[in-house]
């Protein structure tokens, strides 16, 4: 009787690969293997013939930049500290994280931005008051000329009340320069310790903007000389 | 340039990135604020065939599917015939009914001027004296005008307003500063027996205040609402003689160049000019005679320094003036010959401003002439501080529960204001 049922289980058996018959012989007990070995075929070839099916996937990455702002204010701006993340969400730096919370303060690094299109010449403006920024070694000053104020870096020995010049103009003798102008390369005379500097007029300061050591209170004097 | 390949050609055809930028213009501006992956994408452009006038062009839209070589419909916006109240946006400001090509520069109760007082004063072509005015003063120390036990009912008053009336251990200056300001009122009232020409009064609360005047070029405009207006049947009578109004010609005003006088004052194009005192005519108490501004704010950021409210009461002081003037004696510049005098009361429920304008002139807009007057008395301390819950250090009772550095002469003060213009 079980030779019957064994050949009866063996007619039924066909040929299939070593790996289903593992798969299918694992599937189920081994007490139970000979009764149900007319029901592993079907569950097998049901697998075999169905489609693959994910059933989970990775995250994408939802960076959104926090820089969203497009008009100028004096406001302090929330901002959302990197950690060194990418827009992938991976570390890109490693060692960066941590610290307080910060808000941004928009920096006008073009100094000679005229308020009106109008008039197009140099412009002075009052330093109202000059106050640590958490974004940046340097500090900054709050300044003011026409109906417009902005923020920009103050340099070592600005104080509240100090009247700032900005021009574009270069003419034939080298201006005499004092603390805290802004004037072209060209119009100033050689040996003139600057910062803030721009590559090209218009392009707005890039180097020469962090403070430099020991009292914390101003921008580094580097010696440019010509 | 046929010798030049890849790179090189490409910067020689269009000067650009690559750093051959044009003559004095830069290759890249200074930075604009947004970075580009925040900003809204553009819509694409129109095909080219649309530029060519009077050439129809063939589109899908008829085949109601993208079709590769004809060109994109352009649909008129679509206009569902009715607007949900929710969703409604306003009208663009160049098609709103009162858009004037001139800016005004509108004043209004949460201005903080950069320059305070002084920008205040150039605004208003006023002259600025410390102290408040010798008739105020003998009013202050005549004792006929005091209150019986007025001391210790005032003691009563900031213990009422800083610690009774609410059940909170410490009250927030929400609700104590509008308390003791209507204490303190009350207490003044409480003189009607005495002069019976008090009862000609009525305290006004969320009055609306608007004028229009120039000043050397510029529009200006006072607009708002703040803290309760005292109004009376009789006006004020003018404290400043006539010759000491003519001596204010020869007074320059302090300007503050580079900083321009409107700097922090909102611009805005879309404004109407009318006059407005917050009554209509007829009102039977049409003369202003106190106004008083309340720092409620409980954080310090967003409450006004002592200086910038000293200019929101010159400014507002002096939009009620006008407006008064210009209802009585029309509104064509001139030097007035009766003097509008208002007055005002500014406190953050500890800190008392007292301040007296004199309008004598209408005439704003040049720079010479006679100015008008204001005398400001500033910084008074009601009390230095106020404890609510008694200090104890070892088991000895350090500071007790109530006020620190009462001084009843700012009291005194408040009732002269009251009082003047009845007595």
Redesign the interface.
């Known amino acids: 009787m079980a030779l019957r049922v064994l050949t009866r289980a063996m007619g039924s058996l066909s040929l299939t690969t070593p790996a289903v018959a593992t798969l299918s012989s694992s599937l189920l007990p081994a007490a139970q293997v000979t009764s149900s070995t007319l029901l592993q075929l079907p569950s097998s070839s049901l697998l075999l013939l169905c489609r693959p099916v994910l059933t989970s996937v990775a995250l994408s990455a939802n960076f959104v930049s926090w820089k969203s702002r497009t008009k100028y204010t004096i406001t302090p701006v929330k901002m959302r500290k990197s950690g060194g993340r990418n827009h992938t969400g991976r570390i890109q730096v490693h060692g960066i994280g941590g610290g307080h919370k910060q808000r941004y303060r928009m920096i006008d690094f073009l100094r000679f931005r005229p308020e009106l299109e109008a008039k197009p010449g140099p412009f002075e403006e009052k330093v109202i008051v000059v106050r640590y920024d958490p974004c940046r070694s340097a500090d900054i000053a709050l300044v003011a000329g026409g109906s417009r104020k902005r923020w920009i870096i103050a340099t070592e020995n600005m104080q509240a009340g100090d009247i700032i010049l900005n021009s574009d103009h270069i003419g034939r003798m080298a201006v005499a320069a004092r603390e805290g102008d802004a004037h072209p390369l060209g119009a100033l005379p050689v040996g003139t310790l600057i910062n803030n500097v721009e590559s090209e007029p218009g392009r707005g300061a890039q180097y020469i903007r962090a403070a430099g050591s020991g009292n914390v209170h101003g921008n580094s004097r580097p010696g440019i000389q010509r | 340039m046929a010798l030049a390949s890849g790179p090189a050609r490409r910067a020689l055809a269009r000067p650009g990135p690559l750093g051959l ?1 044009g003559c ?12 580009r ?3 809204k994408p553009e819509p694409p452009p129109l095909d080219r065939v649309y530029e060519i006038p009077g050439l129809e062009p063939i589109t899908y839209a008829g085949k109601m599917h993208f079709m590769p070589g004809l060109a994109r419909p352009v649909f008129p916006p679509w206009d569902p015939g009715w607007t949900h109240p929710k969703f409604r946006r306003p009208t663009p400001i160049h098609e709103q009914p009162l858009y004037k090509d001139r800016a005004c520069y509108v004043f209004h109760h949460r201005c903080r001027l ?1 320059e305070g007082v002084k920008q205040a004063l150039w605004l208003t072509k006023a002259k600025l004296i410390e102290g408040l005015p010798k008739k105020v003063l003998s009013l202050v120390d005549d004792p006929k005008n005091h209150i019986e036990n007025q001391d210790e009912r005032i003691l009563n008053v900031i213990f009422h307003a800083r610690l009774w009336h609410s059940t909170e251990d410490t009250p927030k200056r929400e609700t104590y500063c509008p308390v003791i300001v209507d204490s303190l009122i009350q207490l003044c009232k409480s003189q009607i027996l005495k002069h019976p020409s008090l009862a000609r009064r009525i305290c006004a609360k969320n009055y609306t205040l608007s004028t229009t005047w120039n000043r050397e070029s510029f529009l200006l405009q006072v607009r708002g609402s703040s803290g309760a207006q005292l109004n009376t049947k009789d006006p004020l009578p003018a404290i400043a003689s006539k010759e000491e109004v003519e001596a204010t010609k020869n007074h320059v005003l302090e300007t ?5 006088p ?4 909102q ?1 805005c194009n879309v404004y109407d000019v009318k006059d407005n005192t917050g009554f209509q005519e007829g009102y039977p108490y049409p003369y202003p005679h106190t106004l008083y501004f309340l720092e409620t704010a409980s954080l310090r950021p967003h409450r006004l320094q002592p200086d910038h409210l000293r200019a929101k009461m010159i400014l507002f002081a002096f939009g009620n003036a006008l407006a008064q003037a210009r209802r009585l004696y029309g509104s064509d510049t001139k030097v007035l010959e009766q003097p509008v005098v208002v007055q005002s009361v500014g406190t953050d429920g500890r800190v008392f401003q007292f301040l007296v304008l004199q309008l004598n002139t209408t005439d704003l807009a040049s720079n010479e002439g006679v100015k008008n007057l204001v005398w400001v008395d500033s910084d008074q301390l009601l009390y230095q501080h106020f404890w609510c819950r008694p200090v104890i250090k070892k088991k000895v009772v350090v500071e007790p529960v109530g006020p620190t550095g009462f001084q009843p002469e700012t009291f005194r003060k408040f009732l002269a204001l009251y009082l003047h213009g009845a007595v």
Request: glycine share 14%.
């Open positions: 930028g004095g213009t830069p290759t890249r501006g200074a930075y604009e604020w947004g970075v992956s925040t900003r950069l503050f160049y580079p900083i321009s409107t700097i922090d004052l611009e």
